[in-house]
């Protein structure tokens, strides 16, 4: 005689809510994200802004960056809205600048970095990006030396809704962030995702348990 799976109550509902929540862990994992970082020093010219190259691709979910061509662009091969940022660490202590900049001219902001907190900083801004505009991120020292050569000096860029791009790229001011909200922000879209799974486990919980007591 033929066998038969059983189905319990709580399978079903587990079930239902991975059916339920996959869109969401898909599109996640689908996002263009880009994280880079140095594993060897950048020059920083005396108040000249110099671009910098990064050697370490720690994420990079489009093919947006290039470790041998071109290291110091991230390119947008997906157009779309993307929150973009960085961050910039000296190897001794002095005040400067960093810029981010949009196909090699546009300046899009950029931030200061004091002569405190070991001379580091952060900052990031929000654009609507064509596939194929890429930015750069530059930095200057008041007296030239070297940027770090690890994850102190980074750069990052993730999209946030979708969009067409059109045929132009825009930014707002950038804003100064914390160096430890990088990492921070790389993971947002996966959290929200995961919160979307247990709202969803939740709801299918009290639809099963409605129409089954």
Do not use: C
Request: negative net charge; hydrophobic residues 40%; glycine residues 10%.
């Amino acid at each position: 005689m033929g066998g038969y799976v059983k189905i319990t109550q709580s399978k079903f509902v587990l079930l239902l809510a991975l059916l339920f929540a996959f869109p969401y862990f898909a599109n996640a994992a689908a996002t263009p994200t880009v994280y880079v970082y140095k594993n060897a020093a950048g020059f920083a010219d005396s108040s000249v802004l110099t671009l910098q190259d990064f050697q370490v691709e720690g994420i990079d979910t489009d093919t947006m960056h290039s470790t041998s061509t071109n290291p110091s662009r991230i390119t947008f091969t997906t157009a779309g809205n993307y929150v973009y940022g960085g961050a910039v660490a000296y190897s001794s202590n002095s005040s400067g600048s960093v810029q981010f900049r949009l196909n090699g001219s546009t300046i899009l902001g950029g931030f200061a970095i004091g002569n405190i907190n070991k001379s580091q900083g952060s900052g990031s801004g929000i654009g609507t990006f064509a596939a194929g505009d890429y930015i750069e991120l530059l930095a200057s020292r008041n007296g030239a030396d070297y940027t770090s050569s690890d994850q102190s000096t980074n750069f990052w860029a993730y999209q946030i809704i979708d969009g067409s791009g059109g045929g132009s790229s825009s930014a707002t001011t950038t804003v100064e962030l914390p160096a430890s909200a990088n990492a921070a922000n790389m993971m947002l879209t996966f959290f929200l995702a995961f919160a979307i799974f247990v709202m969803s486990a939740l709801f299918v919980m009290y639809l099963v348990k409605r129409f089954t007591d």
